[in-house]
């Protein structure tokens, strides 16, 4: 039973195509994250949701466009791949914010490569 | 402003010898520390949490960590590695205050073990 699970785990496109990155939890939180991992492993948080509202926004290009349909769901949706694009991109979720003491659980990524 | 440094971005050892992984921080505030492990094409796991309770935080697989305010320092350690050891390790710096503050993760640890 995953806690955290995003789908595809793999995609490769080409750029200047469409795509989207599903993610779905089952533990009850409240809180659901996107974060991008670099090729150097370097995570940074790109967005936040706290019951399907908009928390986080970090500067991420607006062709990234997070869609939360309900407190268990968090996609992401990106338009006109580039290159740079290219990273694994981690789901997670959490009870409250990131701050503090709260746990946040992580899916086991999505790694996209724009060719 | 938080941040987190780790010391090493690869470390060796052999199997059944020590483990230790260095991470310092700064924070305006008393911190929360996390270690995650991520191993090869998986997510990150929560290993431990240091939350201002005991220092001395045990986690799962027989990891351990220290919080040593006087060091700004939260080093993980393991009395004997094991194989399936090998992985990336992040050390993760948290404001306790709550509230939709950010994570701030190190740029991780290599840990390497040979037989």
């Known amino acids: 039973d995953t806690a955290v699970s995003q789908t595809p785990k793999y995609l490769v496109t080409q750029m200047g195509n469409d795509k989207s990155i599903k993610c779905e939890q089952n533990?009850?939180?409240?809180?659901m994250y996107w974060y991008k991992q670099d090729s150097k492993k370097f995570l940074k948080i790109m967005f936040s949701?706290?019951?399907?509202?908009?928390?986080i926004n970090e500067t991420v290009p607006n062709r990234f466009s997070p869609k939360s349909p309900d407190k268990a769901h968090l996609n992401l949706h990106i338009n006109s791949l580039e290159l740079g694009d290219s990273a694994v991109y981690f789901c997670?979720?959490?009870?409250?914010?990131?701050?503090?003491?709260?746990?946040?659980?992580f899916g086991e990524g999505s790694w996209l490569t724009v060719v | 402003a938080q941040s987190v440094t780790q010391l090493d971005s690869h470390v060796s050892v052999s199997e059944g010898t020590p483990v230790l992984l260095r991470c310092n921080y700064s924070?305006?505030?008393?911190?929360?520390l996390f270690w995650y492990v991520q191993h090869p094409n998986k997510g990150l796991q929560l290993l431990l949490k240091?939350?201002?309770?005991?220092?001395l935080v045990k986690g799962i697989n027989g990891f351990e960590a220290e919080f040593k305010k006087s060091e700004t320092s939260f080093h993980l350690t393991k009395p004997s590695a094991h194989m399936s050891d090998a992985a990336e390790y992040f050390c993760?710096?948290?404001?306790?205050?709550?509230?939709?503050?950010?994570?701030?993760f190190g740029k991780g640890t290599m840990l390497l073990v040979s037989p």
């Open positions: 997670a979720s959490s009870f409250g914010g990131q701050g503090g003491r709260n746990t946040i659980y």
């Open positions: 533990l009850g939180h409240d809180t």
């Open positions: 949701y706290n019951n399907k509202e908009l928390i």
């Open positions: 924070s305006s505030y008393s911190p929360s």
């Open positions: 240091y939350t201002s309770a005991a220092t």
């Open positions: 993760v710096v948290s404001d306790p205050a709550g509230g939709y503050s950010t994570l701030t």
